[in-house]
């Protein structure tokens, strides 16, 4: 009698084998979490783990398309934060929120860097009309971007619980801490308890593995920018005209002057253009004819360091504290750590500067 083959169901069970650790593979992870305020144990949690190995190559894939794109306005947003006594951590919501695409609009309506919707735009006194919107202006939506985010920490009182706010709403957030009776990440978004939804429970996720990729990646920006004060209407096209430079570069730049016109409602607006270009803007816009004498025709540049003064940045380049601060639109004698100066010089310690 021949037997039967006993035929057993053979039942997959996915098991997930990881050759490193996320603490390994993403090094800066205890420098983000305490940024955000959250317990370095949180990189051994389950869900978070899953969450990396499932979206770690299309977040890898965005952080790098978003970088390029925003090699202008990265920096920026960066500077603003850090110049704000911010975490420039925080850089990586607009990072998400819009891949630094300043001018993009959701489905929802919500526009800029930032995503501000119309209500909260006017809330926080960013103009938004048919010729001007500075929902798109990295200068103005950060700055409101700050006052929010701030606004956010103070009620919450942890950076983390901030950024889920500001995806899901204060409201929104204070309900789901009320339900689940804890401030904890884990508890609030662990995906069985559904807390609060599951765009926001990703939405905080996305943003710690963006981090720690981005932190883990030396950046080199091709260009950097410096932002400048145009009076207002004035047209790009003239900016652009005096600075040598391709009216839709300019632009780019500067897309929140939808009408390539500075409004003419304020006296003066912050204008962004490549940092190489700022000699031009001062020779050429920034100083009215009476005072372009007093100011020597040549120009250096230079980044402060530590100890540096206007009197000993004068006596260095034979320059004077007068020229620096005209030159330089400073409000008074205080210098920022690696702020960009242009120092007007003679002609002779330009050459002199010049061959060494």
């Not at 869900?47 to 306005?73: D, H, L, P």
């Not at 951590?89 to 860097?113: H, Q, R």
């Not at 939808?258 to 100083?287: D, R």
């Given at each position: ?87 420039d951590l925080l850089a990586y919501i607009s990072m998400i929120e819009s891949g630094f695409t300043s001018d993009i609009v959701s489905p929802k309506k919500a ?73 904890e990440l884990n508890i609030l978004i662990n995906p069985y308890d559904k807390y609060l939804p599951r765009e926001t429970r990703e939405y905080i996720q996305k ?150």
């Amino acid at each position: 009698m021949r037997l039967r083959h006993l035929l057993v169901p053979f039942i997959f069970i996915p098991v997930l084998l990881f050759s490193i650790s996320l603490n390994e593979k993403y090094p800066f992870y205890s420098y983000v979490f305490s940024e955000f305020g959250i317990d370095e144990s949180y990189i051994y949690d389950e869900n978070f783990e899953k969450f990396v190995y499932e979206n770690e190559k299309k977040i890898e894939k965005f952080y790098k398309g978003a970088t390029q794109r925003g090699e202008i306005v990265l920096p920026l947003v960066k500077k603003h934060l850090i110049d704000n006594d911010l975490s420039d951590l925080l850089a990586y919501i607009s990072m998400i929120e819009s891949g630094f695409t300043s001018d993009i609009v959701s489905p929802k309506k919500a526009v800029g860097l930032w995503q501000f919707m119309p209500a909260t735009a006017k809330h926080y006194k960013l103009e938004v009309c048919n010729g001007f919107d500075e929902r798109c202006d990295p200068d103005s939506s950060t700055k409101a971007a700050m006052v929010y985010l701030r606004k956010l920490h103070k009620q919450f009182g942890k950076w983390y619980l901030a950024v889920m706010a500001y995806n899901c709403g204060e409201g929104r957030l204070s309900k789901a801490i009320k339900k689940a009776g804890s401030k904890e990440l884990n508890i609030l978004i662990n995906p069985y308890d559904k807390y609060l939804p599951r765009e926001t429970r990703e939405y905080i996720q996305k943003i710690l593995l963006i981090a720690m990729i981005g932190e883990g990646e030396i950046l080199d920006f091709q260009s950097s920018t410096e932002w400048v004060e145009v009076e207002g209407g004035t047209k790009l096209s003239t900016i652009a005209k005096m600075l040598d430079m391709k009216i839709s570069a300019l632009q780019r730049l500067n897309r929140q002057f939808k009408k390539g016109v500075v409004p003419k409602n304020k006296k003066q607006y912050k204008l962004v253009i490549p940092e190489e270009k700022m000699v031009l803007f001062y020779m050429k816009y920034a100083f009215p004819e009476e005072k372009k004498t007093i100011v020597k025709p040549y120009f250096i540049s230079h980044y402060v360091i530590l100890g540096d003064t206007l009197e000993h940045l004068a006596d260095e380049y034979n320059s004077s504290v007068d020229e620096l601060i005209m030159v330089n639109q400073l409000e008074d004698d205080t210098l920022t750590l690696d702020k960009f100066l242009l120092i007007p010089v003679t002609k002779k310690a330009f050459e002199t500067y010049l061959n060494e």
